[in-house]
């Protein structure tokens, strides 16, 4: 089984370095850590009293890993959900912040382990979270990676900006959607065909 660490050096990986998108909310990010995150820990790297955008460009992927770990998934709580669903959830807390656990949230109460909608890991998310992973550990993780998928489509659907995050320019799958797969067993991917359909509507 992967290490924490070894999970978050895969996302920073998957996130990429310096990038500075005029479509993304979040503006200027490395390795997938904001510029906003980096403020909210007082990451002032090169020492000059504030956080900017060269403090963004000066992290590390050593501590881009370090935020990760910390902040992402020991004090969110992750490492008490089933093992089966942490790196997705992980990831995409990471990529979606409180989102990822309000999904993971719904999906329980779904499926009959009620757990409160509120995006933060507490005693009830976790006896549901377990108890689900109990009666179907790899349904769990598929549903999770499947939900996950379609909220990345949703935001794509209402927001025409983040559409290219979600489909190529050739139609193909984007980052988002190729980034939930990962997760989710190889016969829940949608084809090529199946993902052009679902993106038919937008411009």
Known sequence: MKTVEQIATEIVAREGGYVNDPDDPGGATNYGVTIGTMR????????DGRVDERDVRALTRAQAVQVYVEHYFRRPRLAELPVTVQASVFDMQVNAGANAVKILQRLLTRMGFAAKDDGVIGPRTIAAAQSAAQVAPQHLADAYGIA??????AIADNRPASRKYARRKDGGKGGWITRAEEFISPKYHLSAAQHRERTAKWA
């Open 40 to 47: 909210r820990l007082g990451m002032d790297l090169n020492g």
């Open 148 to 153: 996950r998928r379609n909220y990345y489509y």
